[in-house]
Each structure stands twice: as structure tokens, then as C-alpha cells.
């Protein structure tokens, strides 16, 4: 298996702790906590009821193919990462988040597959979250 680039995401103030969460295996997710809608991407003002009154939590590390394209051409570091998967991966929480299927062929993603959380080190201070099909981890010791 061809392992993907992982380039070091463009970095804002006030996302150290998110990013530093996910070399730690962690991915965070923002819940507003006067009405419980599961915020993506993390900001601190809630879309549904605008309240403030916000909290990380951890995801599950579960979720489902929503929807996908095998990449066929890639650019930069991606150009001899192809074919890979790029994705649309429905959380168990809710949010849908753009990101990679890796550690399978590209061929057996179909959409509704269920997958499992994985993070790729950039090696600057932060992990990429992508996605495995859940029936990898389960071959594993
Ligand atoms: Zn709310």
C-alpha cells in the first residue's frame, strides 16, 4: 500500500489545541452545549442557536463513507501517492468532514462503508485525521 503525503495543514490562532489533540490520537469535535448540535468545522460560536456557550469533545473515531472520488492524478507530493481516495466521511456524531480513505484499494470504497479513524503525522506538530475501512483494525492483532 502506496502511504499518502502528509503535508502540515495551514495553522490559525486558536487552533493550537485542535491540532495538538491529534498527534495525540485525538480528534475534537466542538458541541455547543446549550443545544447539542455537533459543530464541524470547530469554532466557538454555534451555527444552529448561536450560543457561546461551547466544549470540545472526543470523537468516536467512527463514521461512514458519505460520499467519494479516486484521485487518478495528483499534484506535488500527490503525484505518485495516486490512486487515492478523497472523501467525504460522515462522523457517528454527525458532521461530515473532508478527508482520505487509506489502507485499502481504492476499488472496494463505496459509499456507506464503514471506517475508523487514523492520523498521519506531519512531523510539525499536528496529524492528519484520515480514514480506514473499520474491517482493517479488525484484522489486526
Ligand atoms: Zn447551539
Known amino acids: 500500500v502506496i502511504s499518502l503525503p502528509a503535508p ?3 495553522r ?7 491540532w495538538t489533540a491529534t498527534t ?4 475534537l469535535l466542538r458541541r455547543c452545549d446549550a443545544c447539542g ?10 451555527p444552529s442557536c448561536h450560543s457561546t456557550d461551547t466544549s470540545w469533545t472526543d470523537a468516536s473515531g467512527m463514521g461512514t463513507v458519505y ?6 492524478r495528483g499534484v506535488g507530493r500527490f503525484a505518485t501517492a495516486v490512486p487515492y ?8 456524531e454527525g458532521p461530515r468532514v473532508m478527508t482520505n480513505v487509506v489502507d485499502c484499494d481504492p476499488e472496494t470504497v463505496y459509499i456507506g462503508m ?17 480514514f480506514r475501512p473499520t ?3 479488525q484484522q489486526l492483532p
Open 8 to 10: 502540515p495543514p495551514p
Open 12 to 18: 490559525d490562532d486558536g487552533d493550537e489545541e485542535f
Open 24 to 27: 495525540e490520537g485525538r480528534l
Open 37 to 46: 448540535t455537533v459543530i464541524w468545522y470547530p469554532r466557538p460560536i454555534c
Open 67 to 72: 460520499s467519494f472520488t479516486v484521485v487518478r
Open 85 to 92: 481516495v478523497f472523501a467525504y466521511v460522515e462522523l457517528a
Open 114 to 130: 464503514p471506517v475508523e479513524l487514523v492520523f498521519h503525522d506531519t512531523g510539525e506538530r499536528s496529524a492528519l485525521y484520515r
Open 135 to 137: 474491517s482493517v483494525g
